[in-house]
């Protein structure tokens, strides 16, 4: 537990705060921390195997990254509405069911953001709707494949490795 927090930045979709914390062995040390409202991100599988991932323009990489649709929680926002929102706007898809994969913290070092995982099922097509500020480009390979691409590097972004990897165990997949 944090004794004192300074609020440092206070932006759209982040806080930046300096926090005192007593460590386990009875010192205190200041840490810059980011306070974020944590996101959903999901793993489309249709029923032929193939999974729903995108390419999508990230400005911090410079470059396109292929990822699972994700998004911010909304104020009082439930993980599964997240899901649905995320998964029509940047998949174009709905799902009859959604199944918790996990989570995990996004950048446990400096940041409190915790990102909810899940798989999508029984799919449908809907129109896509990226935000003005996304460019997103869906496209769909066998899940078999995808976790190849993780092993290879060519999927670089944790949240989706760690989808990939998760659903290739839950559905008995070994590449």
């Known amino acids: ?90 998949a174009g898809l709905t799902a009859g069911r959604i199944e918790p994969l996990g989570s995990h913290f996004a950048a446990v070092g400096y940041s409190r953001e915790r990102v909810g995982l899940f798989l999508a099922r029984d799919l449908s097509a809907c129109p896509a709707a ?11 390979l066998p899940l078999v494949e995808a976790v190849k691409w993780v092993q290879r590097g060519e999927i670089d972004d944790a949240k989706t490795q760690l989808a990939l990897l998760l659903c290739a165990v839950r559905e008995g997949v070994c590449a």
């Open 130 to 140: 990226p935000e003005e500020d996304e460019w997103i480009e869906p496209f769909t």
């Open 1 to 90: 537990m944090h004794q004192t927090e300074q609020l440092l930045y206070r932006g759209r979709i982040l806080d930046l705060y300096r926090e005192t914390h007593r460590l386990p062995d009875g010192h205190t040390a200041d840490f810059e921390i980011i306070h974020q409202p944590g996101g959903c991100a999901v793993l489309p599988l249709h029923a032929d195997s193939r999974v729903t991932l995108l390419r999508q323009y990230r400005p911090a990489a410079g470059r396109l990254v292929i990822e699972i649709p994700a998004g911010r929680l909304e104020a009082n926002e439930a993980a599964f509405d997240c899901v649905q929102r995320e998964l029509a706007e940047e």
